[in-house]
Structures are given as C-alpha cells and as structure tokens.
C-alpha cells in the first residue's frame, strides 16, 4: 500500500504548466472570437445555455488499455463481445460439451447492458436523494425543504411486483408503487434537508445525516421507526443559537459511509471528514481536508479501510492514509484534474480506482498509483481554474475557459451529460457481473449515460420516455405516443449487482416530486425497432468498419460472425471449439 500511496513525481511545474506560447488541445485559444472575456458577470453571454463537451465517438487509447489490463474483469469476454460474439445460446451450448465446464457469471452478463427507457415505479411527493442497490434490498432517501418529510424506505427487491394503488390512497408513509415497501424509518428531524443514507453491508443497520447538523444517526432496519442512536462528529455538543446559525460546534455533513465490516462510517461536511468507530463509540479521525465543502467522501477498498477519499467543491480530491496521519496531517496525494466543484465520489472497492462527477460537465476516472504530490498540489491551489461566478444549481453553464486543469492526472475523461440543478452521482458497474467495465451517471437533462471505459457511449436511457406506473417493467416497451413535457432531473442511479436492471431517482419539474424508474435489458423482441431497422444498423456498423480500414479478407471465421448478427437473440448457431476457449 506504501507505494500504491506514493506521488512522489519529480515533474517540472513550470513544464507542466507551458508558457503562454504553448497550444494544448485542452485549453481553449484565448484569441478565438467565440471564447468570452474573463470579465465577472459579462462572461454569462448565454447565460440560459449548458456548453457541455461532445463524447468520445471511437475508442480511446487509455481506456481500450485498460479493458484489457485485467484489473476490470475478464478480458475473453471483451474481446469477443467486441467480434459481436454475442449468441448466448451457442455459449452455453459449447459450455454443456465441455467435460467439465467452467461457467463465470461475468462472461455472460459483462456485454449485457440496461437498454430501456424504464417504467416507473414508485411516485413520491418529495425529493429522491438516494437510491442504492444493496444485497437484494433498495434503499431510499426522500426528503422535503416544504415538510417535514424526512422518510426512508427500503425495498425488497426478491419479492414479486404488486399492483400499485390509486394515487387517492397515497400517504407519507405509504407511496404509490409496485414494489414491496419492506421497512418505513422517519428519520430524526433536522434543519432543511437530509443529505445522505447508507445501508451497512448486512443491511441490517442504515446511517443518515443532515445537512445543518454535525450529529448523523444509525438505526436498525430489522422493524419500522426502529430507535435512531445519534453519532456525533463535533468536537464538544453543539450550542444552537437559532435555525440558521449552527453555533460552535455544530457543522452540516453531505455524505456518509459504511466501511467494508461495518464497524465505522466515514463522514464529510464543511471542509473536513470524519470517521467514527462504531464498536468504540467515539469518533477516531478528523481532517481539514479541503478549503471548501466535502460533498462527498468514500472508503478506497472493501478489506482494509485505511485508504480515504474525499472530493470538494474546492475541485480536487484528496487520498488520506490514516496509518500516516499522525506523523502528518496531509494528504498521500492529490487528484487533479477538475475545474469546477465535485458532486460525488465512488470508488471500485479495490484500492486503485475511483471514479467523479465534477461541475465541469465531465466524469473522470482516477488511479490512486497516479496521483499529484501535495507538494505539487500547494504550488497551484491558488489559483483559479474554473469559470468566474458560476453557480451549478441553476441550468446554465458557459464555455469554460479552461478544458482540464494543467495538472490534470486522471485516467480517462468521459463527457455527454449535464452536471447541474444538484449534487448528481456517478458510479461503476457491478464487479460481480461485469467486472466494474462501465460507468454510468445520472444527468440534468432526464437522462441516464452509460460510458464503456474506453470513453464511448454505450447507452443513453432517456426518463422523458419512461412508461407510467401501469406498465410491466419486464414487458414490450411500447412508445409513448408522446413524450412528457415536464423535464427530470435524473440525481442517482444503481445498477443491480445480480441483474441487469438500473434504477433511476429523477425530479420531477413540472411538480414537487420524483419517480423512481426500473430500467431493464431488453432483447430485439421487445423493443420498439423492428427488423429493419436493426437490419440497417447492421449495414452501418458494417460501412464505418471498412471506412475505418478493418482487414477485408473473407475467412470463413468473418462470415460466420456476420452471419451471427442476422439471428435474432437467442437463436442457435454452431461455432467453432476455438472461438469458445477461455482467454
């Protein structure tokens, strides 16, 4: 772990940074006529817009490495689903002949990606500020800045769907939806809003905190309204003065978290993250991390729990090792790369990456072996990168005057979506079932983006087209005659760690309220295109290979793979003992 934490880079700064002369494809040309002064309020020319930077439409170089470095799941399974080898019956066929087959979930659900818009299923009256998956259960966050509603729910997801009610029978404590409402918790009521919720890895306890208040509280999801035992990260009991004056000793928190085992939860607020030992019941570690609100913080890997993340809207993130904490109060290292706030952190869970959505419309993906000394990191903390006035919770967003930070030391670089209206959370696919090989995000304009890790999109699930609560998730989805006019706010999403199936927590414009959308994969025989119009893509995909200069040789291994795209899924066809060997 020593020289996973090591970022000693013995770099030029000033080589880093360039000289004015100096033009690089991510920072914009000054002298451009389409590039707006730096001159305060004058640079919201268009203050109505969103300028958001294009995805990657080919592959990129850093991230087809990684695909195939190994640390994201099995590499057999990519390369074939990249040779369009996707019939899974002849899979399992050729498995069966095998003496002694070894089948791995992985190799195939890993190419099995959530390609519906959804159906709703469930209607709330107040704000979803979470939505997690975790072992079979659904967690969910809903609270209101109107009432006080300060509620969670959490799901069965194993149990069969229901028929939901009429909306004239909906309470606070009993929303309208189709699936089984397994426990009710009215959370402590706190100042504004409930900021964050997070289930304990045996799902038996559930840890939430406030937004005007340093006390979070754990309480067991075993019964409904269970007792809440208070958590306190203050150093001394608050003195509350008022409503909004917190007084000395009491801070907001924005983001907590179980470890792998349970026993601590790490916390982050006003600058600084905490983490709190359960079984000693006292808090054991508390940074000045940032100079500016953690919004969101996370444990590095699920076995040690001695490497922290936190992400500011200071826009960096920090990597703490607590084992080197007491000889010095600062950071392992620095991620540098951002140029607007952070909204959230998540990491893979195995010490080496994590991935964040920052303000700057984009989502970047981190290796901790990567990272910026804090040396490096003190020598350009002053200066500003990001564009001037700019406040994320308003639909706007101008062209930046600087693509990346100079600095910039992330992995990859993923684009598309909308980074706005509040504090939208990003996160990778599950290990168990593809190797952690996609990230996904939710985004300001209702939609769902789904990136491939080597930069590409590879869905974009759109919740303006999401079917009512009478619809059957797993049934053909039909189209809308016509879209709802009212936009969502897509805040969090979760994909399933044994299906594929992502949940989706939106906003609702046109009402004070959210949905919560269950989006499936889909197979060709219920979704909306027909034949044809798959028969054309097909004739597309084959266009842009031969522009893209493919061999164009005619083996019988070539025409067997195209034969393949003509099946409809599920359909049989024999292949080759070789084609199946593992790699």
């Not at 990684?66 to 050729?94: D, H, T, Y």
């Not at 909906?170 to 009521?189: A, F, S």
């Not at 804090?374 to 693509?403: C, Q």
């Not at 005619?554 to 066809?573: A, D, K, T, V």
Request: charge should be negative.
């Amino acid at each position: 772990m020593a020289n996973l934490l090591s970022a000693d880079h013995d770099l030029d700064l000033e080589g880093e940074l360039g000289t004015d002369d100096e033009e690089d494809a991510d920072y914009l040309n000054e002298d451009e006529d389409e590039v707006m002064e730096d001159d305060g309020d004058e640079y919201y020319a268009t203050p109505r817009t969103v300028f958001t930077y294009p995805p990657a439409t080919t592959p990129q170089a850093a991230g087809v490495h990684l695909i195939k470095s190994g640390e994201f799941g099995r590499v057999g399974p990519k390369i074939k689903a990249r040779k369009n080898n996707r019939n899974l019956a002849a899979v399992f066929n050729n498995r069966l002949t095998n003496p002694h087959p070894v089948v791995y979930k992985e190799d195939h659900a890993a190419n099995i990606v959530p390609n519906s818009n959804g159906v709703i299923v469930a209607n709330y009256d107040a704000n979803i500020y979470t939505a997690q998956y975790s072992n079979g259960k659904i967690l969910i966050l809903t609270c209101s800045s109107l009432t006080p509603n300060f509620r969670l729910h959490i799901y069965d997801t194993t149990a069969p769907p229901q028929r939901a009610m009429s909306r004239a029978d909906v309470t606070q404590d009993q929303p309208q939806t189709t699936m089984n409402l397994n426990r009710r918790i009215q959370g402590q009521h706190g100042r504004w809003t409930i900021t964050d919720a997070n289930l304990s890895p045996d799902n038996d306890r559930c840890a939430l905190i406030h937004l005007k208040t340093s006390t979070a509280y754990m309480c067991s999801t075993k019964e409904d309204n269970p007792v809440q035992v208070p958590i306190p990260f203050h150093d001394s009991p608050g003195v509350h003065y008022g409503f909004w004056d917190s007084g000395p000793g009491s801070f907001g928190l924005f983001s907590c978290r179980f470890s792998a085992d349970g026993n601590e939860v790490i916390a982050g607020g006003r600058g600084y993250i905490y983490v709190y030992d359960l079984l000693a019941n006292r808090r054991s570690v508390k940074i000045l991390a940032h100079a500016d609100d953690v919004n969101s913080c996370c444990w590095a890997d699920t076995s040690s729990g001695n490497v922290l993340v936190s992400a500011s809207d200071d826009s960096y993130l920090k990597v703490w090792d607590r084992r080197s904490l007491g000889s010095s109060p600062k950071p392992s290292g620095v991620l540098v790369g951002h140029t607007e706030g952070i909204t959230y952190v998540s990491a893979k869970g195995d010490g080496r990456y994590v991935v964040s959505n920052g303000k700057d419309q984009a989502m970047r993906l981190w290796d901790l072996r990567k990272m910026r000394s804090n040396g490096e990191y003190e020598r350009t903390a002053h200066i500003e990168y990001g564009v001037p006035n700019f406040d994320y919770r308003y639909p706007s967003y101008p062209r930046p005057r600087y693509k990346a930070h100079p600095l910039d030391c992330s992995v990859m670089t993923y684009r598309g979506h909308s980074v706005l209206m509040t504090l939208i959370r990003c996160h990778f696919s599950p290990t168990e079932t593809t190797g952690g090989q996609y990230l996904y995000s939710g985004s300001a304009d209702g939609r769902i983006h789904i990136w491939s890790l080597d930069g590409t999109l590879v869905q974009v699930l759109d919740r303006t087209k999401t079917l009512p609560i009478q619809a059957d998730p797993s049934g053909v989805e039909y189209s809308r005659t016509a879209s709802r006019n009212n936009a969502s706010c897509v805040r969090d999403v979760s994909w399933s760690p044994e299906q594929p199936v992502i949940i989706s927590a939106a906003w609702e414009s046109s009402r004070h309220g959210s949905t919560l959308a269950r989006h499936e994969w889909k197979g060709l025989s219920k979704m909306t295109n027909s034949l044809q119009d798959w028969e054309e893509k097909r004739r597309q995909e084959q266009a842009e290979t031969a522009e893209g200069g493919s061999s164009t040789r005619r083996s019988s291994r070539i025409q067997q793979q195209r034969l393949r795209r003509l099946l409809m899924p599920g359909m049989y066809f024999s292949v080759d003992d070789d084609d199946d060997e593992e790699m």
